[in-house]
């Protein structure tokens, strides 16, 4: 079914670790985004990225590394995890060229950091 | 400060009742859109409504209103006629000029008692 993908839905791991959170949408959007949500602080932007291989810091993006090398990928890595980072993360898509421009947005991905 | 702010963490609301959803937004630019994103308690973020800056009228999906209030910088979502599919969270979103970066508020949560 078309749209976007994330993987894996729910993951625990440990501090220091290096965690994955893949994302896929088959819309051939330009641009991706990864978020973050917190309790008491909405959805808060991680990094985003307007085409493969140029992407943009957001709000939150310390501890974050993304890499788009094909238009519809764009994974998000924590390179040594940290609770903190404990959150759901979505991946967003979003069509330029209409009149709204809204997100369209993954399913989330709750990830433990223990 | 913040770009966009809810104040209403919680709203009850009886179903076939209208509710009003309350958002305000902080922003110097001319051009900009808002967005109302909802979320059921599985998670995924659905978009429901969008205004633009520029939009005379108030935009309408179904039982959705925007109520566009340009200089009290407010656009609250209105409800109308709940059913009990609609208890979620409630996000409102700005979006900047041409700009790919959305601010959230940190969401409320309607609950829709029968």
């Given amino acids: 079914d078309a749209g976007i993908t994330q993987s894996p839905r729910y993951k625990i791991t440990e501090t220091g670790r290096q965690v994955t959170l893949m994302c896929h949408q088959t819309w051939s959007h330009s641009y991706m985004f990864w978020y973050r949500q917190d309790l008491g602080h909405g959805l808060r932007l991680i990094y985003y990225s307007a085409a493969a291989d140029i992407t943009d810091k957001g709000e939150v993006p310390d501890g974050y590394v993304v890499s788009r090398s094909k238009t519809e990928n764009f994974p998000l890595t924590l390179e040594s995890a940290t609770r903190s980072q404990t959150s759901v993360y979505f991946c967003a898509s979003k069509l330029t060229g209409t009149n709204t421009g809204e997100l369209f947005f993954g399913e989330g991905s709750r990830l433990t950091v223990l | ?114």
Avoid: H
């Avoid at chain 2, 770009?3 to 009850?12: A, E, L, R, Y």
């Avoid at chain 2, 051009?31 to 520029?54: A, C, H, N, R, V």
């Fill in chain 2, 1 to 114: 400060a913040q770009k966009i702010t809810q104040t209403q963490p919680g709203m009850f609301v009886q179903e076939k009742e209208a509710v009003t959803l309350d958002c305000t937004y902080d922003t110097s630019d001319q051009s900009y859109g808002l967005f109302w994103y909802k979320q059921p308690s599985s998670g995924e973020m659905i978009f429901l409504i969008y205004q633009g800056s520029y939009d005379e009228q108030n935009a309408t999906e179904g039982r959705y209103s925007l109520n566009f209030q340009k200089a009290r910088k407010s656009a609250n979502l209105v409800i109308s006629a709940s059913q009990l599919g609609d208890s979620a969270m409630y996000f409102c979103a700005m979006r900047e000029g041409g700009g790919n970066q959305f601010y959230f508020g940190t969401g409320t949560s309607l609950t829709v008692i029968p």
